[in-house]
């Protein structure tokens, strides 16, 4: 999350650089390129909240969160054997510290159970006005890029 983060700084200086050893086009770089530019280039987060967005209120419930977790469980799984091991789930940006907690039988992997709280856990973090929904901006926070990168 903090890798997109810093791109997404690295693509509004680039632009900024770019453009602007052209003197004459600096004010519309400034002005115009950098917002269009980088927002267009990380839509990302956007397409997700849409594509959960099962009531189409523009926020996302814990319901609609919850309803990807199997299929995202499938994917986080590689060698298929119904469990993420530390590896796994480390490939998924999971922390050791994070993986002890929910790998509640202490059998160095997580169940789905035990992966659906932590989700759970990321969408309750993500949830940064405590009114049980994650919109835009929450997704778009540090505690929102951690939960999305359990769903995608
Ligand atoms: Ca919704
Ligand atoms: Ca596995
Ligand atoms: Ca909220």
Same mark, same amino acid.
């Given at each position: 999350m903090a890798r997109k983060i810093d791109s997404r700084l690295t693509c509004v200086v680039n632009v900024f650089v770019t453009w602007g050893r052209r003197p004459f086009l600096r004010g519309f770089a400034i002005a115009m390129a950098s917002p269009f530019f980088c927002s267009t280039v990380f839509a990302g987060d956007d397409d997700l909240l849409k594509s959960l967005d099962v009531n189409h209120d523009g926020v996302l419930s814990l319901k609609e969160v919850l309803s990807t977790v199997g299929a995202e469980f499938s994917v986080l799984d &590689? @060698? &298929? @054997?119904n469990s993420i091991s530390k590896h796994e789930a480390s490939a998924a940006g999971v922390t050791n510290r994070e993986f002890v907690k929910f790998d509640?039988?202490? @059998?160095?992997n997580l169940d789905l159970k035990e992966f659906t709280e932590l989700v759970k856990a990321r969408f309750k973090a993500a949830d940064l006005d405590g009114n049980q929904v994650i919109d835009q901006h929450e997704l778009e926070s540090v505690n929102g890029q951690a939960l999305s990168s359990l769903l995608k």
């Open positions: &590689k @060698d &298929k @054997d509640l039988e202490l @059998d160095d």
